[in-house]
């Protein structure tokens, strides 16, 4: 629910909007994305980990304490953004740019509580609440935003405002369906934001890597070609997406098959495991990406309009960064089943320090055409390193 609203929303402003206001709806997302980074290391991913350790009592009031935890959380967030808001008010930075960030002053937080919301959901089992919650916010998100696209109203801010005020019901919601599964204590709170701390900042600092350098190429183009080339990018990437349900998928089982399997057989039939999936995942999204060179262009122009046409290559080249990513997290979570967590982080630094220096020289000669260069660049070097990695470490194991 939440990835097919995600991806209306990108076809609804290209179409209806055009370049800019897509481009600025990307840089707005990924402001939005680098603040659930923040939330999920320090407040989503410790209750995923700690809650299910608890019961009765003790759980309601760890929820209470993760729930006191982000309105703090949110209440710190409307000041930053305000700040930033004051900093570009001049007409400083993009076009447009203040007006987005003036408006997730007010919605960021009803934004970033849903995220909030579902990881409670999820880490409860309550499947069938998340999905309902899930698909409220994405319906009202949708008909929102084609009502404004219908009378000519829709702007990249004003589907912020419609998407916060979406995750706004879904909040409310859930607080008066879930008001008895939580107690607050401020003293409590405290304890387990000290618990929190100290368990999310290594969360944090692995998953800022992976962030920035997938989250840098948007702005280093902003401010090289302008907001219409990252619109452009955003049609193509928004073609792209159309691999998620089978990535998203395919990570859920191997995650926990690769745990199952290094559990039960160790680090032999580990290899065999991740060797097999790695095969068959490549060649899944190979061929998804043979079938994009001979469509990726017209499928960017059906979805986004003909103000979009001639992306083929550039649609192309990004099919094979999502390939090679594919067959790098194969790898990623045989590491982690053999809690081995610091080749990850490697290879993760090495890849920002790619994407940091020819990245960005990639992005400033080729304009989108670079930062598909530049991804592609980063991930052969993730995919190489951890299939290096991974084959050493195995080997060394079943010969001891």
């Known amino acids: 629910m939440v990835s097919l609203a995600s991806f209306c929303t990108g076809v609804i402003i290209g179409r209806s909007c055009g370049k800019d206001q897509l481009g600025l709806y990307v840089l707005g997302m990924s402001i939005i994305n680098f603040l659930l980074q923040m939330q999920y290391a320090f407040i989503s991913s410790p209750y ?18 993760t729930l006191l935890h982000q309105w703090i ?6 000041i930053i953004l305000a700040a930033v808001w004051i900093y570009l008010s001049p007409g400083r930075g993009p076009q447009g740019l203040d007006v987005i960030v003036l408006t997730l002053i007010f919605m960021g ?14 880490s409860g089992l309550h499947l069938k609440a998340a999905l309902f919650l899930d698909a409220g916010a994405a319906l009202a998100q949708v008909a929102g935003l084609l009502l404004l696209a219908y009378l000519g109203k829709l702007s990249a801010a004003r589907a912020f405002g419609v998407m916060g005020l979406g995750c706004a019901l879904m909040g409310l919601a859930w607080l008066r369906w879930a008001r008895r599964s939580f107690t607050i204590s401020l003293t409590e709170a405290k304890a387990d934001f000290a618990r929190n701390w100290s368990f999310g900042k290594w969360v944090l600092s692995g998953n800022l890597a992976i962030f920035i350098s997938y989250q840098f190429f948007p702005w280093a183009l902003t401010f090289l070609d302008g907001l219409a080339a990252v619109g ?7 073609v792209i997406a159309l691999s998620t349900p089978f990535l998203e998928g395919s990570a859920i089982f191997l995650e926990a098959k690769s745990a199952r399997v290094f559990a039960q ?13 790695a095969v068959i995942v490549g060649a899944v999204m190979a061929l998804f990406s043979l079938t994009l060179l001979f469509l990726g262009g017209k499928l ?5 309009g003909p103000q979009y046409a001639g992306q083929n290559q550039l649609v192309f080249l990004l099919s094979l960064y999502i390939l090679l990513a594919a067959i790098a997290y194969v790898f990623h979570f045989g590491f982690r089943a053999m809690d081995r967590q610091f080749y990850i982080i490697k290879a993760n630094l090495l890849r920002l320090a790619l994407v940091l220096t020819l990245g960005f020289w990639l992005v400033k000669v080729s304009g989108p055409l670079g930062v598909a260069w530049g991804l592609l660049a980063g ?22």
């Open 379 to 400: 991930n052969l070097l993730v995919a190489a390193l951890h299939c290096l990695d991974f084959l050493r470490i195995s080997h060394d194991g079943r010969r001891q």
């Open 48 to 65: 995923t980990v700690f809650s299910p350790q608890l019961g009765g009592a003790s759980r309601a009031r760890y929820t209470g304490s």
């Open 232 to 238: 452009i990018l955003a049609a193509c990437q928004g």
């Open 73 to 78: 959380f949110s209440a710190t967030l409307a």
């Open 265 to 277: 057989g160790g680090i032999g039939d580990l290899r065999g495991f991740v060797g097999k999936s």
């Open 300 to 304: 960017v122009v059906f979805l986004y």
């Open 109 to 122: 937080s009803f934004i970033t509580f849903r995220e909030y919301v579902r990881r409670i959901c999820f």
